[in-house]
C-alpha cells in the first residue's frame, strides 16, 4: 500500500478504498472482466508471482474508455526517442511512440485496445511477453482524443502531457529546425527517466522544463478502478 500511495497519491488510494468497500452496493459496480484463472507461482513457500490468463476464456471485455484509460494508467508507456541519424540535416530525429507489454497469456487483453482504436500493431516481443505499440504520427495522433476526453489519473498523466507536447511538435514540424528539435529535448528531459547519457552529450545544455503537476485527482468512473485494477491489482487468498 505505501508504494501505491507514493504513486497515486493518498487522496487516490482513500478512494479506491472506498469504492472496494461499496462495490456490489449501491454503485451498480460491475468490473468490464469476468473473474477468471490465477495462477499463482510458489516457491519454497513463499508466492513468487500471480498473473491473470485468458487463454482458457473468452472474456467480455470492456468498451468503457474510463476502462481503458484506467488500465493504461497502471501498464501503459509514452515513449519519445530521440535518434542520431545521417538522413536528417540536424543528424537527430524524433520517434514517439506508445505501448502496452504483457504476458502472453494476456494477449486478447492487447488485441481488444488495438481493435478498439483501430491503431497499431500487437507483436510477441518474446515467448512469454507480449506488446501492443503505436509508432506512426497519424496514428498517434488519433489515440490522444480518448486521453483528452478520459484523462489519467496517476503521475502518469504528467508523462502524456509532456509527451503529447513533443507529438504536437513533430505534427508541426518543429523537429526539423534547430530551435525545434531543443524544445523537443528539453521537454524529453523531463519525461519518464529524462535524457540518456548519450543526449546528456549530444546536448549539454539542455534546460528541462517544469514537469507538470499531478495532484488532488479524483476517481469519477468506476470503470477507471475496473481497468486499472487489471492491470496492477493482485489479488491473494
Not at 490468463?53 to 467480455?60: F, G, I, K, R
Not at 478498439?116 to 511477453?129: D, L, M, Q
Not at 545544455?205 to 514537469?211: F, G, K, L, M, Y
Request: with cysteine; glycine share 8%.
Amino acid at each position: 500500500m505505501a508504494s501505491m500511495q507514493r504513486r497515486l497519491g493518498p487522496n487516490i488510494v482513500g478512494q479506491i478504498k472506498l469504492i472496494h468497500l461499496l462495490k456490489g452496493t449501491s454503485l451498480g459496480y460491475k468490473s468490464p472482466l469476468n473473474t477468471y484463472n490465477n495462477n499463482i507461482i510458489v516457491k519454497k513457500g513463499k508466492i513468487i508471482r500471480g498473473f491473470s490468463s485468458s487463454a482458457a476464456y473468452s472474456l467480455p471485455l470492456s468498451n468503457n474508455p474510463n476502462w481503458i484509460t484506467g488500465f493504461v494508467d497502471g501498464e501503459g508507456s509514452f515513449g519519445i526517442q530521440i535518434v542520431k541519424s545521417p538522413l536528417y540535416r540536424l543528424g537527430w530525429t524524433v520517434e514517439p511512440s506508445f505501448q502496452i507489454s504483457l504476458h502472453k497469456k494476456d494477449h486478447d487483453i492487447l488485441e481488444h485496445i488495438r481493435s478498439y482504436w483501430g491503431v497499431g500493431k500487437v507483436t510477441f516481443k518474446t515467448s512469454k511477453s507480449v506488446q501492443y505499440r503505436v509508432r506512426s504520427i497519424k496514428e498517434l495522433s488519433i489515440i490522444i482524443d480518448p486521453f483528452d476526453k478520459y484523462p489519467l489519473l496517476t503521475q502518469k498523466l504528467a508523462d502524456y502531457t509532456l509527451w503529447r507536447e513533443i507529438i504536437m511538435m513533430v505534427i508541426r514540424k518543429s523537429h526539423l529546425t534547430q530551435e525545434g528539435l531543443i524544445a523537443i529535448v528539453n521537454t524529453r528531459a523531463s519525461l519518464n527517466l529524462g535524457l540518456s547519457g548519450e543526449l546528456q552529450i549530444a546536448f549539454p545544455n539542455v534546460v528541462p522544463v517544469n514537469r507538470p503537476l499531478v495532484e488532488d485527482q479524483v476517481i469519477r468512473d468506476p470503470q477507471w478502478l475496473a481497468g486499472f485494477s487489471s492491470g496492477e491489482g493482485c489479488f491473494f487468498c
